[in-house]
C-alpha cells in the first residue's frame, strides 16, 4: 500500500476560536491517537488532497516536529455547506494489532454478459475489510471476465486469504442485468410475426454504495 507523507506542527492553545483560526489560515485541526497520550496538531489542508479526494487508501507517515509516526487517517468532518475539512483523527499503526478500512474494489476483465447485450451496474464500490496492517490490500481485484447475462458477484464470492471481509456474503458488488427486448415469435411455416415485450432484472436494487467511514480504530 502506497504511504503519503503529512507534516504536522503542535498545537500550543487548544479550543473552538483557536481552531476556527487555523481553518481560516488553511490548515487543518487534528488529534493523533494510539501514540500514548494524544497529539493535538494542525497540518496545511493542502497535503489532504491525496489522501481524502480519491477512491484509494493510504497508510501514512505522519511527522510533527520532527517525530514521525505510521499512521491511517482514522475519522475525518466536513462542512456541511462547503465541503471543507474541519479535523481529522489519525491512528498510530501496530503491526500487531488488526485494524478496519474501506478498500476500493477494482474491477478486472470484461463481463462476457455486456457482448450479449447486457447493461454492467456496479453496486459496491468499497468493502469493509479488517486485518493487520501489513495484511491489509491497497484495493481488492473482482474479476468479471465470466460474468454473463442476468448473472451477478457477491461479496460471498470473494476469496480472502490474508485478511477478513465485514459486509455481508449477500451484498451483490457487481451485476450484468438483461435488458427490455423485443422478442419476436413465428408461427407456421411463412413465419408470421408477434412482438411483445419482456422485462427481465438481474437484480432488483438500484445502483448503489455500501461502507461505512474512511476508516475505523483497530480493535
Not at 485541526?29 to 481524502?52: M, N, T, W
Not at 509516526?69 to 489519525?90: E, G, K, S
Not at 476500493?104 to 493487520?132: D, M, N, S, W
Amino acid at each position: 500500500m502506497e504511504t503519503l507523507e503529512i507534516i504536522g506542527y503542535k498545537r500550543a492553545n487548544l479550543g473552538k476560536t483557536e481552531a476556527k483560526k487555523l481553518r481560516a489560515e488553511g490548515n487543518v485541526p487534528c488529534v493523533l491517537y494510539g501514540a500514548g497520550d494524544q497529539v493535538h496538531f494542525y497540518s496545511p489542508g493542502i497535503l489532504f488532497k491525496e489522501l481524502v479526494y480519491t477512491p484509494e487508501v493510504h497508510f501514512i507517515n505522519m511527522d510533527i516536529e520532527g517525530t514521525e509516526y505510521r499512521c491511517v487517517l482514522q475519522d475525518i468532518q466536513f462542512h456541511p455547506v462547503n465541503d471543507m475539512i474541519l479535523h481529522a483523527d489519525f491512528l498510530v499503526l501496530d503491526d500487531k494489532k488488526p485494524i478496519k478500512m474501506e478498500v476500493p474494489i477494482h474491477l478486472v476483465g470484461i463481463a462476457p454478459g455486456i457482448q450479449e447485450g447486457g447493461k454492467l451496474f456496479r453496486k459496491t464500490r468499497l468493502i469493509h475489510v479488517k486485518a493487520l496492517p501489513p495484511n491489509m490490500p491497497a484495493h481488492i481485484d473482482v474479476h468479471i471476465d465470466t460474468l454473463r447475462l442476468g448473472k451477478s458477484i457477491k461479496i460471498g464470492d470473494l476469496i480472502a486469504e490474508t485478511y477478513e471481509i465485514l459486509n455481508s456474503p449477500a451484498v451483490t458488488i457487481v451485476s450484468v442485468q438483461i435488458p427490455r427486448v423485443l422478442v419476436t415469435a413465428t408461427e407456421g411455416d411463412e413465419g408470421e410475426e408477434i412482438e411483445g415485450e419482456v422485462t427481465q432484472e438481474a437484480d432488483s436494487t438500484d445502483e448503489g454504495e455500501t461502507g461505512e467511514s474512511p476508516t475505523e480504530s483497530a480493535e
